[in-house]
């Protein structure tokens, strides 16, 4: 019997539900190490190809930062079969969308196409992975779109330097300290030899899972698969970072001045590598604090007291160790002393009386909602069947993840709580204004 404290009705549709939209599939390996994931669905005629590598900002050297998100965009640039600038248009005409994205641990690509058009996809990633077009005329273009990115979504956005601060004063030594977009001095001092080098490292079959899902033949499409993949040429094998972060034994605090109108107050605290059981209790911690117009944070500060005119709270589910990030941006009027004050209070409330049966049965009903979401699109199980793989290690885990969400109790929450969120082992911001920075 589960533990869990919450209605039985809310523990049966649980139980309901996690039994009932189990994710079928197959895998297997291609002599070169390329792992392999079928998922057979014919309920709407399209599939999705889709790669995820397992290199992110964490696989760069400290003089290199941003290469694994640069290659996000530089790998759409073509290749030896492929004309510059003609990547995309193959699936656009196709009728299809496509796209990637990059973190600290991974990058990921693909494609949703209409099925009869799964060769093209296949054909497409294949190009990618063995002979991408990497030369000078693609660098440059693409650092201009990258640094055009930075200036848009960090330095020319409100609030939008809080990871960057966050992240290098919460890590010491780990390539976690930086953030995924990089450094454009790092992007500019690279020659083209050590944009191929990268390339040449992290992009083969034995660092890389191919996730095909949709309305397939599983027979045909593993032959597919066999024809487009199984020549390229396995590479080195690649030794994720050993480093090991020292703990945060103290606070760490900062004032950061920025070009915004109301202050704001940010903190950060070291949570555990993501798919560890006390991960998802803290994962959950910050679904009661931040998720939904009822959530602590939101009632407390904004709709209660009136001191914050935005609050969230967010876990950071990094490989080898993360943060929960919890911030509020202060109302006219309101210091940012007051404001941390009240944000630690919604957290000792919970340190010191843990969490009632109402929310935890609130919870669950967000955790179930999310995850039927997340199961009725073919690139969400395309990408949860490679997460599980390539990230948590075991592929099983599609079907099982959200059990452990599901199997945590008020107690577990309120231990979480009293062991993660420690204020003498964590970051503090305090966002102000530039006009108020002395000379």
Known sequence: MRTIAIALPAMLTANAFAQSAAIAYTEFDLDNGLHVILHED???PIVAVSVMYHVGSKNEEKDRRGFAHFFEHLLFEGSENIARGEFSKYVEKAGGVLNANTSSDRT???????SDQLELGLWLESERMLHARVDQKGIDTQREVVNEERKQRYENQPY???????????????????PTI?????????SEADYKAFYKKFYIPNNAVLVVAGDITPVKARELVAKYFSEIPK???VVQPTIVEPPLEKEVRDVVYDRIQLPAVVMAYRIPPAGSTDFYAVDLLNNLLSHGNSSRL?????DDRHMAVYTGAFSLPFEQGGLAIMYAIANAGVEVEALEQGMESQITLIQERGVSEADM??????????????????????????TAYLLLGDTKLVNTELERYLQLTSA????????????????????????????
Do not use: C
């Open 298 to 302: 939101n009632k407390a500060l904004k």
């Open 42 to 44: 014919h309920s709407t």
């Open 182 to 190: 990089g450094f454009m001095e790092d992007l500019n001092a690279a």
């Open 361 to 386: 049965t609130k919870l669950v009903a967000q955790l179930e909602t999310e995850a039927v979401q997340d199961k009725s699109r073919i690139a969400g199980i395309a990408n949860n069947l490679a």
């Open 108 to 114: 990921y690509y693909y494609e949703v196409l209409p």
């Open 412 to 439: 577990d929450l309120q231990r979480a709580a009293k062991t993660y969120f420690n204020p003498k082992a964590r970051v503090v911001l305090h966002y102000l204004p530039a006009g108020q920075q002395q000379p």
């Open 235 to 237: 590479g080195a094998p």
């Open 160 to 178: 939008g330097t809080i990871l960057p601060e966050v992240l290098s004063r919460a890590y010491s030594v780990h390539p976690y300290q930086w």
